[in-house]
Each structure stands twice: as C-alpha cells, then as structure tokens.
C-alpha cells in the first residue's frame, strides 16, 4: 500500500481535498481514475487515505506525464465534475521529490 | 483543513505509514509532535489523514528547517519509538513544490 517508487528524482502530485455530502458517480469515477491512471505513460504509483481531509498522492517520472494525466479525455470530464459535485474545496501541489528513505519491520531497507 | 501554504517554491515532506496495532504512548506522542513542529523555524502547515494507510504531509520553506526538525531531541525519542514500537513500515518523501492550485465553492481562487 506504501507505492513502490524508483530512485528520486521523480514527481509527486499532492491532491487535498474536502469532500461536498453528493456521492453521485463518485466511487465509481474514483476507480475508474486510478485505473485510467495506471494505464498512463511515466505513472509510478499512488497512495490515498480519508480521515474528514482527503490525501492522494499520485508519483510520475516526470512533468510530462502529469501534463498529459491532466489533459486525458476522461480525467478532465471527472475534474469538471469534482468542481461542480464532489469537492467543497482542493489544492494540487506538484512537487520535485529530491530524496526518499524508509523503515519496514520486515526489511532492513525500503 | 487544507494548508494555507504561500505561493511556491517551498518544501512538503511526505511521510506515508503503515500502523503496528500498539497504541502505547502513539496519540499522545502524535499530538505533542504537531504542537512541537508548528513552533519550529520555517514550519508553513501540516495536513493528516488515516484509513489503513496513514498520509502526513509537512510543508516548510527550505530544507534547513526540514533538517532541524529531523534533528529535534523530542522528534528524535519519537522517531525512535516509530520503528521500535508503531509503523510496520514507513516512508518519508522530501519534495519541492514547484507549483500549486486550487479550489474552493466558497472562494474563486484558493
């Protein structure tokens, strides 16, 4: 559940968002969008937790791949709909990830 | 909920975990660690959410003020205690956001 990324340098996309209370379409374009996501060229992984806030993290070897992630047909229908349904407020970061490190109890390196 | 980060560049720490079932001293500790980091230089916000998966993202105006916090004596007893006794595993992502937007049904630009 913890993506499994390459060496950085890689991009992570930081998506936070406060979910409306209309659940419309949205677990099932929510599926759709990270199978549509996997599919796309440059797409290393992602991570997603809700507790009130919501957090996904989506990695990508470069700017290129999020600029075409974002421009994808079916992707822009779903932002579309996540400003007029399903988001009360967002902010996408798009972030440089320059060093990474980890801990598991089951490996001495991650 | 969602930061109040200035305009970019500035730096996120990604830290994605994944919870032992051992609760001792971990709400207290959590807790303490917010209230430590927000006084600390260079801290701008934090946001949090947990299901299974937990996501923590920190963000900081330079990699020195990320290095102090590393580096903080309490944070480093709580760093201990993380692998010792918490997370099954853990991975911490150190980024620089080169960009950001926003939404939000109350505001036109966040």
Aim: charged fraction near 25%.
């Amino acid at each position: 559940m913890i993506a499994n990324t390459p060496n950085p340098p890689y991009y992570a996309v930081i998506f936070t968002s406060i979910r409306t209370e209309t659940q419309e379409d949205y677990i099932e374009t929510a599926k759709r969008m990270v199978e549509l996501a996997q599919l796309q060229k440059g797409y290393l992984g992602h991570e997603s937790a809700r507790e009130g806030l919501g957090i996904t993290v989506s990695y990508w070897t470069n700017l290129e791949a999020i600029k075409q992630w974002k421009m994808e047909s079916e992707h822009q229908i779903a932002q579309e709909k996540g400003k007029s349904l399903w988001y009360a407020a967002y902010k996408t970061r798009i972030c440089l990830v320059e060093r990474d490190y980890g801990f598991s109890s089951d490996f001495d390196i991650m």
